[in-house]
Each structure stands twice: as C-alpha cells, then as structure tokens.
C-alpha cells in the first residue's frame, strides 16, 4: 500500500498539474481523483478543503524555490555579501523562468492579505531577513558606509523584487516591454544589478584623506 507521504506528494503533483492545465485550483478537492490513485476518501483525508490544499502547493513551492536560493548562496563567495545577493537573485531569476505556473502562484499570494503563520509569510518574512543580513554584513565589512540606512535599504529591495515579480506576471500586457526582444529575466537581472551597483556607489565609504591632506 502506498504510504501517507507518497500520498501526499502524489496528490501535490496531481494538483500542480490540475493548475498547470487549467490556469486555477480545483474548485472540489474530488477533481484531484482522475490525476492520482488516491481514492476520494484517501484525498480528504490529506486535505480538509481546497484552502489546505493551496497552503500545501504553496508549501511545496517555496521548498523548491528555497532549494534554488540555497544552491545560489553556496556558488557565491562566501567573504563578499553583494556577491551572494548578485548570486541570490540570479537562481530566484532562473527559477521563476523554469517554473511559472508555481511561480506566478506565489506571486498572486505575496500580492495578497498573507495569513500570519502560513508558509508564505515565513517565506516573505525570512527574504527580508536575509536581505537585511547580507546588507548590515556588506556595512560590517566596509562595502557600504557606516551612515547607511539598512533598514530603507531593506525595504527598496523588496518593492524591487516585488516590481520584479510584477513583470513576470504581467509583462505579456504590459505595453512598456513592447519591442524589447529580451527575456524577462534578462531584464529582471539587469535592473537588479543596476540597482545594486547604484546602491554600493552612493553608499560607498568616505575615502581617508591621503598623507599630503593630513600635513
């Protein structure tokens, strides 16, 4: 008999799939049935309603999307912070490319009221996190001015990962892409670095004042 845990993920794929081919979740949790082995009985009893079953899909995004960002920090090096949120953006870029179905999923629970404890809001809440590490590590280490608003800081990069997030969603519509022949990650990637370099620039430290100054 197939295990509880089989069961589980079987019915994860099965309602990945029902979202890929339909563009939404099931309305019934009985429409899993035809996509999996799992009898109706074995289905409810895994999920209580079609709300647990998003949570579940959710769930099962963001452990794929974690995945990708850890594999990014790990090729980074591990002496420069800027680096590894070059590195960071890079696989969330590749990743949202690779998997837009579960991807735009994500984005349409970020854009909307995040249920405290749920796995969006660990994930949301852990991003901000680690934006706020690595930039308060870049100050420790000099790459950035002791004066540097991390916490503004902080906050510009998630409503620029959040405009970037956007483009993925909707660049299709978007008139402002109109002739532009390079991919949205090329694009995301760009700006991105962009806005980084421009961040480590202005934030730079005051340069000491040479010998000859000093005399």
């Not at 690779?98 to 749920?118: E, H, M, Q, Y």
């Not at 991003?127 to 100050?139: F, G, N, T």
């Not at 990069?157 to 405009?163: I, Y």
Request: proline share 5%; net charge negative; charged share 25%.
């Amino acid at each position: 008999m197939e295990g509880r845990g089989n069961i589980y993920q079987s019915l994860i794929f099965a309602a990945q799939q029902h979202l890929e081919e339909t563009g939404q979740l099931p309305v019934d949790l009985a429409e899993l049935a035809p996509r999996t082995e799992a009898s109706e009985d074995e289905i409810r009893s895994m999920f209580s309603s079609t709300e647990e079953l998003h949570e579940g899909l959710i769930y099962h995004a963001v452990t794929l999307l974690n995945d990708a960002l850890r594999e990014g920090v790990i090729q980074a090096n591990t002496s420069d912070p800027i680096e590894q949120m070059h590195s960071i953006a890079h696989s969330y870029l590749g990743w949202a490319e690779a998997n837009p179905t579960l991807f735009r999923l994500l984005v349409d629970g970020l854009c909307g009221p995040i249920k405290p404890d749920s796995a969006l809001h660990r994930y949301t809440s852990s991003m901000r996190d680690l934006y706020h590490r690595k930039l308060s590590e870049a100050q420790r280490l000099g790459i950035l001015s002791p004066d540097t608003d991390i916490e503004i800081s902080t906050m510009m990069l998630h409503c620029l990962v959040k405009g970037g997030n956007m483009m993925f969603v909707t660049r299709s519509t978007d008139p402002w892409f109109d002739g532009d022949g390079r991919s949205t990650r090329e694009l995301a990637e760009r700006i991105f670095t962009e806005f980084m370099g421009n961040l480590v620039r202005a934030n730079a430290p005051a340069s000491a004042p040479a010998a000859s100054e000093k005399a």
